[in-house]
């Protein structure tokens, strides 16, 4: 069988995903908007043998419907899929490859990671989704909620399988144990934080964003510090990563008082993160709200205890709490505080790092490619057909997500 499949843009644990769904299918990797920088990841090597083309060429094209069709048919089309995996119902890019397979005769599969519980649902918004949705003949998700909710969506149930949400546990596992046996800290903190710190720190990785919570994260924080000592080695805070709200946590670090206790490292790229996995002490993960949340596979495969938000959809899946981590209110400061207190108190030969590792082991890039291939052949037996409604849904959702790329 002959799989596209598109993502937006290339991250780390897309090319792990692309390489599990090669030992299924041959495949082709579609990136929408690669010099799109949500994410300002240094741009991954792709796994020899995968052939790969890339929708837009310059900023702008990813605004552009024509553009982005035209190229799909020379692009795309040229190599003759039998099958497209597209990723969800609202990218302007993912719209456009969902319509001009359609009208190619080639079956989609959606790829899924939003729960029904995410946001506030409208019925109008709801039934113009549903027409979207119609065009896709399987899915691919990896939570109960997720699946739930493609199937209310549309989707046929038997068509939609799990394994989505993966990532490169193996580099992660083994990165960080080399780190971990390594002395001293990461050079971005060396220094700034006491060597003792070693494997005894909090760890988060977040943009600065107000979903990620990082404020009330740091009230917590203030909380967790005023039943220890000063010693600026006892469990300190880091927070990786950067964004709009980089001021407002700046001061309010500053008004808590907790400049010698909590350091922000910045953004960093995956060889600089995975030294900060293997020298922590514990992960933490605050989020209000999440349909997923990567980092928490990362941090468990690393072999850090993690504690998170019980509004992650990660959660739902990899968190048994008490077992496998600890799960937490994120609108409770005292409940992010009680979770910190856990994982401070959390012996080094715990039986939860063994039963996370496990856990996060039903998650691998293996599992995504045999997820794939077996939504992918439910697709094409499925032979979605949309109708007039669904037909108009996608060409005015298209018209829309063009309309918010151009600002």
Known sequence: MRIAVLFDRFGPYHVARLRGAMAQAEVLAVEGAPHRAVYDWTPPDLPNGLDHVALTDKAGEESDPVVVEARLEERVGRWKPDVIAL??????VTLCALRWARRAGIAAVCMSETNAWDFERKSLTENVKRGIVAHYGGGLATNRSQIEYLAQLGVP???????????????????????RATPGLPPEIEGAVAAEAHGQFFLASNRFIPKKNLLRLLDAYAAFRKRREADPADWPLILLGDGELRGEIEAKIAALGLGSHVHLPG???????VRYYGTAGAFIHASTTEQWGLVI??????????????????????????ITGFSFDPHSTEDITAALGKLAQLPSD????????????QLR????????????????STSARPGVFARLALDLAIARAARAERG
């Open 157 to 179: 149930r038997e068509a939609i399988f799990g394994g989505y949400n993966a990532i490169d546990n193996d580099f992660f596992r083994e990165a960080a144990a080399r780190w």
């Open 365 to 380: 890039p293996e599992g995504f490619g045999e997820g794939l291939h077996q939504a992918a052949s439910a697709a094409r």
């Open 87 to 92: 990723p969800g119902w609202s990218n302007m």
């Open 350 to 361: 715990a039986p939860l790092l063994e039963a996370a590792r496990a856990k996060v082991e």
């Open 297 to 322: 596979n990362e941090a468990m495969a690393a072999g850090l205890p993690v504690a998170a938000s019980n509004r992650c959809g990660s959660t739902h899946y990899l968190i048994d709490d008490g």
């Open 267 to 273: 953004f960093l790229q995956l060889d600089a993160l």
